[in-house]
């Protein structure tokens, strides 16, 4: 075949709703779907979990999971739920009263975590968990991990062509946007011309910034002679300002930060979105107009 790589989508609800759910895509399908796709030479299952969901539970969510060790995919992502009303339309629908509070999105999220790892799965960093025989976890130990907008890959840094509605692509040191509707796209396609809603240009700056967060993303370091060697530049005296808003997370054991690195602790490991953030200067901006859902 020419995929080495499956994904599913799982999420809960509470028992009513799940039993619905369950007579559209029964489990035994999803278990003998994955069991056929690594039968014809799939090399990775990957299954994309969603913790935040209205009306789902720790009891729900905890089934949930005892079902995921048994698939035992080889990849796991797992995702808070974003409700943002504003900006989906669908979500309008949805109850904010039934969303479950952020203090038990956090207790989803470290029992996720607990039971992955109790049952052998490798934490690789944000959402992502990975078997250790798995390419993703392998890449890691190697130090070859990479990121990219639609996650964790094991492909090395290259351009990106993006194809369809709302895809991203990226040349060089510019990224671009695709239309995000259908009529838009269609219409820029019918006449010939790339269907490009929107781009831009990393300046250099950019690019050390980027540097720094796909270090802390990928390999939980950011070591300042590398970042010298590349830039040519002295990383302490241009990021003073962050490492200065780092020291608070430097007190509770998240960072630690030296002559020669800001290295993330195991503890750390479960922040690395926060601590990433410190470093994007137009993320600070956004999330002070209030235009993303917030970390937890």
């Given at each position: 075949m020419g995929f080495d790589r499956v994904s599913f989508g799982v999420q809960d609800f509470d028992p009513q709703v799940q039993r619905a759910v369950h007579r559209v895509q029964p489990t035994e399908t999803v278990f003998e779907l994955t069991?056929?796709?690594?039968?014809?030479?799939?090399?990775?299952?990957?299954?994309?979990?969603?913790?935040?969901?209205?009306?789902?539970?720790?009891?729900?969510?905890a089934r949930t999971l005892r079902t995921l060790v048994e698939l035992r995919?080889?990849?796991?992502?797992?995702?808070?739920?974003?409700?943002?009303?504003?900006?989906?339309?669908?979500?309008?629908?949805?109850?904010?009263?039934?969303?479950?509070?952020?203090?038990?999105?956090?207790?989803m999220m470290r029992l996720a975590v607990s039971t992955l790892t109790e049952?052998?799965?490798?934490?690789?960093?944000?959402?992502?968990?990975?078997?250790?025989?798995?390419?993703?976890?392998?890449?890691?130990?190697?130090g070859v991990l990479n990121r990219n907008f639609m996650g964790y890959t094991t492909h090395p840094d290259a351009d990106?062509?993006?194809?369809?509605?709302?895809?991203?692509?990226?040349?060089g040191a510019c990224y671009s946007q695709n239309h995000r509707g259908i009529d838009d796209?269609?219409?820029?396609?019918?006449?010939g011309t790339l269907p490009v809603a929107r781009g831009c240009e990393l300046s250099r700056d950019d690019m050390i910034r980027r540097a720094v967060i796909m270090a802390i993303m990928c390999h939980g370091?950011?070591?300042?002679?590398?970042?010298?060697?590349?830039?040519?530049?002295?990383?302490?005296?241009?990021?003073?300002?962050?490492?200065?808003?780092?020291k608070e997370m430097q007190a509770l054991g998240l960072v630690v930060i030296d002559d020669d690195s800001i290295r993330v602790t195991d503890q750390g490991r479960f922040f690395l979105r926060p601590i990433a953030m410190v470093f994007d200067r137009y993320l600070r901006?956004?999330?002070?107009?209030?235009?993303?859902?917030?970390?937890?």
């Open positions: 069991r056929v796709a690594r039968e014809v030479g799939i090399a990775s299952v990957n299954v994309d979990l969603i913790y935040g969901l209205p009306r789902q539970t720790m009891a729900s969510f995919p080889d990849r796991i992502a797992l995702y808070g739920y974003a409700h943002l009303p504003e900006r989906f339309k669908p979500q309008r629908r949805i109850d904010p009263s039934e969303l479950p509070a952020a203090s038990d999105k956090v207790g049952s052998g799965y490798r934490y690789i960093g944000l959402d992502h968990f990975a078997l250790p025989t798995d390419a993703l976890a392998i890449a890691q130990r190697r990106i062509v993006g194809l369809g509605v709302s895809a991203i692509g990226r040349i796209w269609r219409d820029n396609i019918d006449a370091e950011v070591s300042f002679d590398a970042l010298h060697a590349s830039f040519l530049i002295e990383p302490r005296l241009l990021l003073h300002d962050e490492i200065g808003r780092l901006d956004t999330l002070q107009r209030g235009k993303f859902s917030r970390v937890l």
